[in-house]
């Protein structure tokens, strides 16, 4: 007797083919991505740099504060 399966069976991922190869793989993932626009890359890259200042100082100003006590403990 021949079981049928009593549920679907999912759709395997398309596999590129074998001719294909890394290159063509590449490009057909980087055809899937959808790219920022101009005013959005400026937006982000602005946010972004403003965060990593905002970060250094506050590293900074930290470390000062840890090394004045250093300072202070240790005379």
Do not use: C
Request: no cysteine; proline share 8%.
């Amino acid at each position: 007797m021949v079981e049928t399966p009593t549920e679907p069976q999912p759709e395997q991922p398309a596999t590129p083919a074998a001719s294909e190869g890394f290159v063509g793989s590449t490009v057909a993932e980087l055809r899937k991505v959808v790219w920022p626009s101009r005013q959005q890359l400026f937006a982000e890259s602005v946010a972004v740099i403003l965060m990593v200042t905002l970060s250094a100082f506050a590293i900074a100003a930290i470390d000062r504060f840890y090394s004045w006590v250093n300072a202070q403990v240790f005379r």
